[in-house]
């Protein structure tokens, strides 16, 4: 009997529609092409943002459970989790968590790794971003914006503004917007250098909420707002991971071990 196979795709989601287009379509469309003897699913695990798509859009995009009804009905019996998340954080952990509660006894189910799991991972993201912001003069910042997590995979971030100096950038700072490194800790770094313009980058799979609003919104709270307070000519830039072709290979290269393992 030819076995069935079959690859989920589990991302937080977003409600910005053209960022999704971007971001998670595009990784959808590289694993499509890549994998033609899988078929493919994906999951969105925001039930706000999903009830949002729904009500807003009309726009229907499986939960993980409904995924996974579906996954099991059509009788697959070897499936890959591949999930966009960046860290092996709270979000990958429950999700986790939810796909072993779903899935029957007879399935096989491995579990590719999120996007910043080896110090290879991480050199590659940071070479990606690095290459995207090749003119940027010495004399200004580029400053990224992570998410951040209350969980300890958190550290990746500080580990990660410590690789971009160890790299040679003293001038490129790694941030987040809910953890650590937090905004005044960057804005303290920054005012170390000669920088009198800073750019502004997320450092997330899609350019959302986080993006045009807590880093790029007018509010007088914004990183934008808190950097122009402190003296800074700043600009924003509203591209996310996703639409670096290097990020998505990062995934299809975890894709691809976890289907070989």
């Known amino acids: 009997m030819t076995q069935k196979k079959a690859i989920l795709m589990v991302s937080f989601g977003t409600s910005y ?15 499509t092409e890549n ?3 899988h078929k493919i699913y994906q999951a969105w695990t925001s039930k706000m943002i999903l009830t949002l798509l729904k009500s807003r859009d009309n726009i229907h ?13 059509a009788g697959t019996d070897h499936l890959i989790v591949q999930p966009t998340h960046l860290i092996n954080g709270l979000e990958n952990e429950v999700m986790k968590r939810t796909i072993s509660k779903h899935a029957p006894h007879n399935l096989k189910v491995a579990f590719g ?9 991480h050199r590659k993201a940071l070479n990606c971003l690095i290459s995207e912001y090749s003119t940027l003069p010495r004399n200004e910042a580029l400053v990224l914006m992570g998410h951040g997590s209350a969980h300890y995979a958190n550290s990746v971030y500080a580990a990660l503004d410590y690789m ?22 960057l804005i303290t770094q920054v005012k170390k250098t000669p920088a009198k313009r800073v750019h502004l980058c997320p450092f997330m799979l899609v350019a959302g909420d986080h993006a045009n609003h807590d880093m790029a919104g007018e509010q007088e709270d914004s990183w934008k707002s808190l950097f122009e307070s402190a003296g800074y000519q700043v600009i924003c830039h509203l591209k996310g991971l ?14 691809k071990k976890a289907t070989a393992d």
């Open 35 to 37: 994998f033609p003897d």
């Open 164 to 185: 971009l100096k160890e790299m040679g950038y003293p001038n490129i700072f790694m941030g987040t917007v809910e953890a650590y490194p937090d905004l005044n800790t």
């Open 61 to 73: 995009i499986p939960s993980l459970e409904e995924a996974m009804a579906e996954i099991t009905a």
């Open 113 to 121: 790794d999120p996007l910043l799991t080896t110090t290879e991972d």
């Open 17 to 31: 529609l053209d960022s999704k287009r971007k971001t998670i379509d595009r990784i959808l469309e590289d694993v």
């Open 242 to 255: 996703g639409e670096y072709k290097e990020i998505r290979e990062i995934y299809l290269e975890h894709l």
